[in-house]
């Protein structure tokens, strides 16, 4: 698959870079404002630089106080000083993924030929996870028009990431590539009803099927609980819900009751059935899954 973004990835595969645009800043001459984040524990760097700002010569009008606007993002704990982010890139190496294990992956690329992949189960129990989280979940305001940050506080979250896993002067290290929330609602009258709530795979990894490995894990990983009614997302945008029909068809064909005969005679309780009981499908897009196999079944 095409690597899209690619020059986004910086070479040294330790800081990722962005470039972040606010809508108007007013009140200052070449004005740069840069975020570094190490690739695994996401440490920030952060730094405001302009070369000039309005003062009390232009009556009445003050700068736009963009470094407030960025704190109330950017949590605490961030590093100011381009010296000490570069001494803090060595310590990498001790970052370890939070959580449990649930999926390994590969994926085949031109340039570096086999990379492997992770996705982890984790909650705040994890020592560090609190703080890696708050980090985190700054890509969204970057990266999410409408999006805002979750109450980690509450133990209904599940939060399940992928990291990419890579040896670096014979040590092993690990990149953050993205992240799903999930909030476990109550469904009568003794099961819950999983809803995923945010989704992101950061920009220079979008397109090469992380998302897809990370929805069809979730799926997998739901199914095992036999408390679980079924999956369902929080307005879900057009991107999301192109990925999940990938998703489900891809997961839905492994299923006997929509094998191609059975398409043939329509949707049926069977299949509704099966997609619920054994992938945590909800009705509605079972139905979805099988409009999308009929319709590839019909000449
Ligand atoms: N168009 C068409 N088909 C798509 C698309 C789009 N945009 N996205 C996924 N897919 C399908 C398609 O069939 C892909 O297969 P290919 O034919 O190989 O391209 C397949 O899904 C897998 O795509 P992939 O796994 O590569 O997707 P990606 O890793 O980029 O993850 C994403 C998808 C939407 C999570 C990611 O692009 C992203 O983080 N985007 C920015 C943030 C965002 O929009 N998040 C979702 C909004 S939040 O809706 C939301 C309900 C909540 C979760």
Known sequence: MEKKLAEFKCDTNEAVCLKLSIEVAFGYKGLQIQLFYTAGSLTTLYKVKYSSKVTDTFDCVEPDNIDGKIREIVPAGFICNTDDFITLLEKEANFRPFGTLLHVYTVHNDEAGELTYQIHKADLSCSGFREYHERLQTFLMWFIETASFIDPDDDRWDFFLVFEKYNKDGETLYATIGYMTVYNYYAYPDKTRPRVSQM??????????????????????????????????????????????????????????????????????????????????????????????????TD
């Open 200 to 297: 992101l795979i950061l920009p220079p990894f979008q397109g090469e099927g992380h998302g897809a490995q990370l929805l069809e894990a979730v799926h997998r990983f739901y199914s095992s609980v036999p408390k679980v009614q079924d999956i369902t997302a929080e307005d879900p945008s057009e991107s999301y819900v192109k990925l999940r029909d990938y998703v489900l068809v891809k997961l839905c064909q492994g299923l006997s009751s929509f094998a191609e005969d059975k398409l043939h005679q329509g949707l049926s309780a069977e299949m509704v059935e099966e997609a619920q009981m054994k992938l945590k499908i909800n009705k509605k897009h079972a139905r979805r899954v099988y409009e999308i196999l009929r319709l590839r079944v």
